[in-house]
């Protein structure tokens, strides 16, 4: 089974609050996106391997830490998920990013995906799925299957905000996934929303409403 961590890093909640805020204004509400998702990078990290690497310091020889040559990459699902993806990038800047774009019918609730572009040797990296909001879960398993259909092996996924039916279902479809969210809330309403949730995290990143 993947772990799963909720966070409870005080910056977190603090920050989490401005974005339900619906007076936070688009500028705003994008870097506190970036920054919640930077120090959730910071957190889903921390079993990364490392080797000792030679050097000389100013003063004298030394052995330090760096990564153990972990291909990694972020892929966002569009188009929320591109609001994560600087915070991702300042921790990770050497990740390459892959793209998978997906829209929610809003008959069914269910996703239709319509782009997929990811790093040639995706298969080779430990990917870090992201979107901001984890509602019904179906982008975020559809997103993950589309990543195991081409070889990945290692895959986390990063929410801010998951609905317990979504995490559940992620869970269950994806038992082998690491997830790494900010807040769980309390349920979805009658059409697919979060509650108390914080609105549509696209259009609120975007201004696009």
Do not use: W
């Amino acid at each position: 089974m993947g772990k799963l961590i909720i966070m409870d890093h005080p910056l977190i909640k603090h920050k989490i609050g401005i974005i339900r805020d619906k007076r936070t204004g688009t500028k705003e509400f994008r870097e506190m996106i970036s920054e919640i998702a930077m120090l959730e990078c910071y957190e889903s990290t921390r079993d990364l391997q490392l080797e000792n690497v030679e050097i000389t310091t100013p003063i004298s020889n030394t052995t330090v830490k760096r990564l153990a040559g972990k291909k990694l990459a972020i892929v966002p699902i569009l188009r929320a998920g591109l609001g994560m993806v600087p915070g991702m990038e300042a921790m990770i800047p050497s990740a390459k990013v892959g793209h998978i774009g997906m829209y929610r019918d809003p008959d069914t609730l269910n996703p239709v995906e319509y782009y997929c572009k990811l790093p040639a040797d995706i298969e080779k990296r430990d990917v870090f799925v992201v979107d901001p909001m984890l509602a019904t879960g179906g982008s975020a398993c559809d997103a993950i299957a589309q990543l195991k259909k081409h070889g990945c092996q290692h895959i986390r996924f990063l929410c801010i905000i998951a609905a317990p039916q979504g995490l559940e279902r992620l869970q269950k479809e994806h038992p082998d996934v690491d997830i790494t969210v900010g807040e769980l809330d309390d349920h979805l309403n009658e059409i697919g929303y979060i509650v108390p949730g914080l609105g549509d995290a696209g259009d609120r990143i975007f201004g696009t409403k």
